[in-house]
């Protein structure tokens, strides 16, 4: 699966920013597709999941009730829309997916996008 990730950019401390990430598969629907992101210095941290049943979601801790993620199986993306933004939100935002449920580490996932920079100013 070939991943393409997009959308990131500069933005104020409570501003948003809608990530997308486009996959060549041509049975997008199996994928279960996640994002995770990386700081400087910091390992890659689970952000959230979302499985082949739309209703099925997962999200880090710190990221509940501000980031929502969801998929368009017409397009073959995923979507991680960002509210209420944070400082702390600031890294490489990844999307990968794999063919099972959701889980929550790196390794589940064999395939990744290039990543996109998010930065939250304060």
């Known amino acids: 699966v070939q991943l393409q990730a997009s959308g990131g950019g500069l933005v104020q401390a409570g501003g948003s920013l809608r990530l997308s990430c486009a996959a060549s598969?041509?049975?997008?629907?199996?994928?279960?597709l996640a994002w995770f992101r990386q700081a400087p210095g910091r390992e890659r941290e689970f952000v959230a999941a979302?499985?082949?049943?739309?209703?099925?979601?997962r999200y880090a801790d710190s990221v509940k009730g501000r980031f929502t993620i969801s998929r368009d199986n017409a397009k073959n993306t995923v979507y991680l829309q960002m509210n209420s933004l944070k400082p702390e939100d600031t890294a490489a935002y990844y999307c990968?997916?794999?063919?099972?449920?959701?889980?929550?580490?790196?390794?589940?996932?064999?395939?990744w996008g290039q990543g996109t920079q998010v930065t939250v100013s304060s």
């Open positions: 990968a997916a794999r063919i099972g449920t959701i889980q929550l580490g790196t390794r589940y996932y064999n395939s």
């Open positions: 598969w041509r049975t997008f629907f199996n994928l279960t």
């Open positions: 979302i499985g082949r049943n739309v209703d099925i979601t």
